[in-house]
Every structure is written in structure tokens, then in C-alpha cells.
């Protein structure tokens, strides 16, 4: 088994990790990458966010792909109940072409 120091602290291997993305169109790409940025900071300072993050895809410039790490579950379905994520959700989902994926590890 192997330890890794993330940001400062030590972690250990076994965390939940959540990958997904968000396909805006060219009208509305601009909100979306704003509305995403403000949610992935807000996110960090949740109690159990290891990091939060949004990416935009280099081969699809209207895709944001968010790359996030928590120490569990429970960390992870607290914030799915803090209300600045459910308003998050269904804003970006407005300006998205299809509906965003969301897929959940649990990784050790």
C-alpha cells in the first residue's frame, strides 16, 4: 500500500472519485464554464472534498469535465444535499445539449 501527499495532507489510497461532464453549446458555453467555476470552488471548502475541479475538453471546447476526490461517501452525499449543488445541477442542466454524466468510484 502506498500514501501519496495531496495538497498538503496525507491521504490514504481508498477515497470515492467522481468523474463527469457537461456538453454546453456555443451560446451557452460561456455560462456554463461560469456556473461551473463558481460550484467547484464553493465545493472545496466542503468538509471532505479532497479537490474539485472543472476542465474543459481540448478535442471538444463545449465540454466541461469535472474531476472531483472525497474522503467517503458520506462527505459525497452531503454535498448532492447542499442546496447551492442541487441549483447548480439543474442550472448547468438548462444550458447543457444533453444531459450531463455523472459516474461515481470508490477507489483503493
Request: glycine share 4%; with cysteine.
Amino acid at each position: 500500500m502506498s500514501l501519496r501527499w495531496l495538497d498538503g495532507y496525507l491521504h490514504s489510497p481508498v477515497m470515492i472519485i467522481v468523474l463527469g461532464h457537461v456538453d454546453a453549446g456555443p451560446g451557452t458555453i460561456d455560462d456554463a464554464l461560469a456556473l461551473s467555476l463558481d460550484h467547484v470552488r464553493r465545493s472545496r471548502e466542503e468538509p471532505g472534498c479532497i479537490s474539485h475541479q472543472v476542465h474543459r475538453d481540448v478535442e471538444n471546447p463545449y465540454r466541461l469535465v469535472f474531476v472531483e476526490r472525497w474522503t467517503d461517501r458520506d462527505a459525497l452525499t452531503t454535498h448532492f444535499q447542499v442546496p447551492e449543488s442541487a441549483a447548480f445541477a439543474e442550472a448547468v442542466t438548462q444550458l447543457a445539449v444533453e444531459d450531463p454524466v455523472m459516474e461515481i468510484y470508490t477507489a483503493s
